[in-house]
């Protein structure tokens, strides 16, 4: 008897709107088991649920909880028998200058962005390096099919931005991290990258005024905000066999704006 061939399974932190969403929705199509989480549901997230019972698991955790998230790959990984990609999105943004940033605030992004992150990406490795077949991983180059992580950094990361510091901190710590996760794993058949999108139309930045939302635009020589959708096919590009001998990166989304 041929052993059950199991699907190729991710795991996406807050999969309830915006990038991650779609993201959830673009996974489901090319025929991924999807495991996600975020403090609250959405209706979009249920009827894509309702869709795909066998496919999508939920469950509405912070990002913050360090034992929840542990217990939420633990119960993904049991029901869908192996973890592949880790895609760690879930982010919170509180504008406001340094000066007047309060510690909550500082708190909350370090918590969910970076930290939150870092638990995510170190859960969802020990399952990567436990074969399915139980065994330990080896010494395994990147091959079509391994397992990979990707960040959800920002161009601020990189580029800075008034009243985002603290965000962009974050951002730019997980860059640190991918970089580095990319060099310890590569060697155990792991690839580990960031995307680093430029301002999205999505709720994270609902709060951008028109004058800043006028002036991204003059900037960005694709003369438009960038949407989800401009970033999905980059995130399921590096999650996935056609990106085998790509780790270490950050592939920059902003329309050219970076130029
Ligand atoms: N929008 C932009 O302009 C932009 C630009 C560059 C990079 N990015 C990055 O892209 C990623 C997605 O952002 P987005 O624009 O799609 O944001 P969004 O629309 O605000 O969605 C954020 C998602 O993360 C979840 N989340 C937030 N805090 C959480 C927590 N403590 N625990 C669990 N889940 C949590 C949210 O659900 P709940 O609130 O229900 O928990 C939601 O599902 C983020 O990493 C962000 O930094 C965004």
């Keep these: 008897m041929t052993a059950a061939i199991m699907p190729t399974t991710s795991i996406i932190s807050g999969g309830s709107r915006g990038l991650g969403l779609a993201v959830v929705e673009r996974l489901l199509e090319r025929g991924d088991c999807v495991a996600t989480f975020s403090r609250s549901g959405s209706p979009a997230l249920s009827s894509l649920a309702a ?3 066998e496919r999508l698991h939920v469950e509405q955790i912070d990002a913050a909880d360090s ?3 542990r217990a939420f790959v633990s119960r993904a990984a049991a029901r869908f028998g192996r973890v592949d990609h880790c895609i760690a999105n879930a982010a919170v943004a ?3 200058v340094v000066a007047t940033i309060r510690d909550d605030e500082i708190d909350a992004m370090l918590g969910v962005n970076l930290r939150g992150s870092i638990v995510l990406v170190r859960e969802c ?3 990567m390096l436990v074969r399915p077949d139980g065994a330990e991983s080896g010494q ?3 091959r079509a099919g391994s397992p990979s992580v990707v960040v959800v950094s920002s161009v601020v990361a990189s580029r800075g931005s008034p009243g985002l510091a603290v965000y962009a901190a974050t951002k730019a710590g997980l860059e640190g991290f991918a970089r580095s996760m990319a060099r310890e794993l590569g060697p155990r058949g792991i690839r580990v990258n960031a995307v680093a999108p ?4 999505t709720d994270l930045s609902a709060s951008l005024s028109e004058g800043s939302r006028a002036r991204i635009v003059r900037r960005t020589p694709l003369g438009r905000l960038g949407v989800p959708a401009d970033v999905v096919g980059a995130i399921e ?3 996935g066999p056609r990106a085998a001998f790509i780790t270490g990166q950050i592939l920059t989304i902003d329309g050219g704006s970076a130029g």
């Design 237 to 239: 590009f590096l999650a």
């Design 51 to 53: 869709r795909h019972p």
């Design 198 to 201: 430029g301002f999205l139309e």
């Design 67 to 69: 034992d929840a998230v």
């Design 125 to 127: 490795v020990r399952q």
């Design 94 to 96: 509180h504008e406001g």
């Design 140 to 142: 395994e180059p990147a």
